[in-house]
């Protein structure tokens, strides 16, 4: 089966700029989730859908970061605008609702 | 709050000899406990979970881990490290009874030296 398909694999801005990264999840896992993972750290939640719902948004900086899931399906991470200490993996992860994740490779961000 | 915590942040082994990952968690009830790996280049894959079910739990890849409630450990041991194995391992607890999320340690980078 497809696994979980991010993109773009890498992008390096300037600080202040914007940037968005999509994830199309395993199809039919209603579950999403974007990770951060810091160089040297494990990934922490940033946010959890549950279809196009928020599950858990607790640890998402709202002030710049934010995210949708429209449709249930695809979902966009945006980061708006982005500060130096935001260069790290986005990983998206999927699952049927368990507790079996599926990781894409992630999106490595360097912020300038 | 659950945690865990991985003792060592790299670990080096010989090929053919054993491998040993330590973790300790910290919970308010009984755990979900997992480890997951990442390779180079690749998405984090799951290599075993214990859910309270059997103490000494099989993973993929000829792993094993075994939850030990007096000592709050869930060590990841492997009988003969492989070259493939080299990666980075994360011990994850899931917080939360009713929740899904998982909180991740801080990893500790296998190297297999040939």
């Known amino acids: 089966e497809a696994g979980v398909a991010q993109s773009p694999r890498y992008k390096i801005i300037e600080k202040r700029q914007s940037v968005a990264f999509w994830c199309n999840p395993i199809s039919g896992h209603a579950t999403l989730y974007w990770y951060q993972q810091i160089l040297g750290q494990g990934p922490k939640l940033l946010i959890q859908f549950q279809n196009n719902g928020v599950v858990d948004d607790s640890q998402l900086p709202k002030d710049r970061f934010s995210a949708e899931r429209l449709k249930g399906v695809d979902s966009t991470l945006k980061i708006q605008p982005a500060k130096l200490e935001d260069s790290a993996v986005y990983l998206c992860a999927s699952s049927l609702g368990g507790e079996k994740l599926f990781f894409g490779s992630g999106t490595q961000l360097s912020v300038l | 709050a659950q945690s865990v915590t991985q003792l060592d942040s790299h670990v080096s082994v010989s090929e053919g000899t054993p491998v040993l990952l330590r973790c300790n968690y910290s919970s308010s009830y009984s755990p979900s406990l997992f480890w997951y790996v990442q390779h180079p280049n690749k998405g984090l894959q799951l290599l075993l979970k214990?859910?309270?079910?059997?103490?000494l739990v099989k993973g993929i890849n000829g792993f094993e881990a075994e939850f030990k409630k007096s000592e709050t450990s869930f060590h990841l041991t492997k009988p003969s490290a492989h070259m493939s194995d080299a990666a980075e391992y994360f011990c994850?607890?899931?917080?939360?009874?009713?929740?899904?999320?998982?909180?991740f340690g801080k990893g500790t980078k296998l190297s297999v030296i040939p």
């Open positions: 994850v607890v899931r917080s939360g009874a009713g929740s899904y999320q998982l909180t």
């Open positions: 214990y859910t309270s079910a059997a103490t």
